[in-house]
Nanobody, 114 residues
Framework: QVQLVESGGGLVQAGGSLRLSCAAS????????MGWYRQAPGKQRDLVAV?????TTNYADSVKGRFTISRVKNTVYLQMNSLKPDDTAVYYC??????????WGQGTQVTVSS
């Protein structure tokens, strides 16, 4: 089974940038969609951005124009610019197979200070 490992989280001031990486242990060619989710304390896990094998990308309204998802071979990136305190959360990488089966990374903490 493919394993996903996130990195790149940390503490940043509001207005700053971070780039998250999600490295897959093997080819993700068979995974239809790769995405990033986030979960703040006491809240549900929400979709942030997704990219499909066909090249389609979608973003949550709250991050449009600030975040960019990209996919290079077996690594998925999330470039986050103009960060806000509301972006503070644990960010999870996700792989979604066409069968509906999903895999998750362990998560990486992003903290944005005001």
């Amino acid at each position: 089974q493919v394993q996903l490992v996130e990195s790149g989280g940390g503490l940043v001031q509001a207005g700053g940038s971070l780039r998250l990486s999600c490295a897959a242990s093997e080819s993700i060619f068979s995974i239809n969609a790769m995405g990033w989710y986030r979960q703040a304390p006491g809240k549900q896990r929400d979709l942030v951005a997704v990219t499909t094998n066909g090249g389609t990308t979608n973003y949550a309204d709250s991050v449009k124009g600030r975040f960019t998802i990209s996919r290079v071979k077996n690594t998925v990136y999330l470039q986050m610019n103009s960060l806000k305190p509301d972006d503070t959360a644990v960010y999870y990488c996700n792989g979604h197979y066409t069968t509906g089966y999903m895999i998750w990374g362990q998560g990486t903490q992003v903290t944005v200070s005001s």
